[in-house]
């Protein structure tokens, strides 16, 4: 199984920045849809979930549209894996799949490890930096990730 970031993680995340370049205005999904050569009702489908989580919101009307909740440097890429309830996953064994050998198998804490850390750069890196072209910088690279307990 290799790694891949789905359609509406990867959507979602372009959705977000549309609306972040324009933080003060509201932008329909047709405007959007145009800009992102996506289609308005898909956008539409994607903004249940991003409203939800506090992340956009929804202006009713006929100039209505979306627009974000908060500042475009409050919403890392984490969020938006949360508001469409999607993990990252390496292995079937971290993410609680059973697996005969979960007790004694060495590569598992690595998996840990790895999910924990993409987990923690997902966390510090905002749409602000997406934009500035900064996210590289979003963490020096002398930070340590402890793995977490995942049993």
């Not at 004694?104 to 966390?123: G, K, M, N």
Request: charged content about 25%; aromatic content about 8%; overall charge neutral.
């Amino acid at each position: 199984m290799a790694m891949k970031i789905n359609t509406k993680l990867r959507y979602g995340l372009r959705m977000l920045l549309a609306l972040a370049e324009h933080p003060d205005k509201v932008r329909s999904t047709a405007e959007l849809g145009e800009t992102m050569m996506v289609s308005p009702k898909y956008l539409r489908k994607l903004a249940g979930p991003l409203e939800k989580a506090g992340l956009i919101d929804s202006v009713q009307g006929i100039y209505g549209g979306y627009r974000l909740h908060l500042p475009a440097d409050s919403i890392s890429i984490q969020m938006l894996f949360t508001a469409f309830d999607e993990q990252i996953r390496l292995s079937h064994c971290v993410n609680g799949d059973t697996c005969p050998l979960f007790d004694t198998c060495y590569a598992r804490p690595l998996w840990d490890y790895l999910v924990d850390l993409i987990e923690y750069r997902f966390s510090a890196i905002t749409l602000q930096d997406i934009l500035r072209r900064t996210f590289e910088r979003s963490l020096s690279p002398e930070e340590n990730v402890q793995p977490l307990r995942r049993m």
